[in-house]
C-alpha cells in the first residue's frame, strides 16, 4: 500500500464550481504538506504549503490538514478552464529527521473544467 | 524570477546506451532533488544532495549515479540504459533550514529505444 493514496479521478466539472481534492497518508512523520498543479509534460508547480494541522487560503484555493485524521484536502472556489490540470498531493517528514524533505506524492488528480 | 534549470530537455537513447542530465537550482538553494516521473505516475524520488553531500537516496537503480558540483548544480548519471526508463527526470531544488518546499524545473524527457 502506498504511504500517500490519492484519488486519480479524472474529475471534470462545470466552470464555476467549488472543487474538492483530497489525500489520505499513513506516515505519521510527515508534517509539510503541499499541493502542486502539473500540466501536461511540465514540471509540478507548487500551488500550496502548509506545516502541520491547519487551514491556509491562497486566492480561489485553500488547503486544509488534519493529522489526527491524515487527511488533507485542496478547494478551489469558482474554477476556471484554465484550472485543468494534474493536481499532486505531495508531503515529507521533518528534514530535522533521517528524511532531507524528500517528497512523496500522491497519484495525482486529473481535473477537467470546462465552459 | 529566477526557476530551475534543466538540461537538455528531451533526450532519445538507444538500449544499453549512456545518459546525463544536467540540473540547475535556483540561485542560492543549496539542496537538490532528482524524481523519475514514468507515463499516468507520480513523481518517485531518487537521490537528494544538500552541500554537495548525497543526502538521502530512494529508488535509484545502481546502474544511476549523481553528484552535486561546487556551483551546486548537479548531474544524474545514468548508464546501461533500458527500456524501463524512458520517463520524466524532474530536478527539484530548496533552501535548507527554511521549509521544505520544493521548485520543480521543467524535467527531461528520456526516451530509450
Known amino acids: 500500500q502506498k504511504e500517500v493514496e490519492q484519488d486519480p479521478g479524472p474529475l471534470s466539472v462545470p466552470e464555476g464550481a467549488i472543487v474538492s481534492l483530497n489525500c489520505t497518508y499513513s506516515n505519521s512523520a510527515f508534517q509539510y504538506f503541499m499541493w502542486y498543479r502539473q500540466y501536461s509534460r511540465k514540471g509540478p508547480e507548487l500551488l500550496m504549503y502548509?506545516?502541520?494541522?491547519g487551514n491556509k487560503e491562497d486566492g480561489r484555493f485553500t488547503a486544509q490538514v488534519d493529522k489526527s485524521s491524515k487527511y488533507i484536502s485542496l478547494f478551489i472556489r469558482d474554477s476556471q478552464p484554465s484550472d485543468s490540470a494534474t493536481y499532486l498531493c505531495?508531503?515529507?517528514?521533518?528534514?530535522?529527521?533521517?528524511?532531507?524533505?524528500?517528497?512523496?506524492f500522491g497519484q495525482g488528480t486529473i481535473l477537467t473544467v470546462h465552459p | 524570477a529566477a526557476g530551475v534549470i534543466q538540461s537538455p530537455r528531451h533526450l532519445i537513447k538507444e538500449k544499453r546506451e549512456t545518459a546525463t542530465l544536467k540540473c540547475y537550482p535556483i540561485?542560492?538553494?543549496?539542496?537538490v532533488y532528482w524524481y523519475q516521473q514514468g507515463p499516468g505516475q507520480d513523481p518517485q524520488f531518487l537521490i537528494s544532495?544538500?552541500?554537495?553531500?548525497?543526502?538521502d537516496k530512494g529508488s535509484i537503480p545502481d546502474r544511476f549515479s549523481a553528484q552535486q558540483f561546487s556551483d551546486y548544480h548537479s548531474e544524474l548519471n545514468m548508464s546501461s540504459l533500458e527500456l524501463g526508463d524512458s520517463a520524466l527526470y524532474f530536478c527539484?531544488?530548496?533552501?535548507?533550514?527554511?521549509?521544505?518546499?520544493?521548485?520543480f524545473g521543467p524535467g527531461t524527457r528520456l526516451t530509450v529505444l
Open positions: 502548509t506545516y502541520s494541522s
Open positions: 505531495a508531503m515529507s517528514a521533518s528534514a530535522g529527521g533521517t528524511s532531507y524533505g524528500k517528497l512523496t
Open positions: 540561485p542560492r538553494h543549496d539542496t
Open positions: 527539484a531544488s530548496r533552501l535548507a533550514g527554511k521549509t521544505d518546499t520544493q521548485y
Open positions: 544532495f544538500y552541500e554537495k553531500m548525497q543526502s
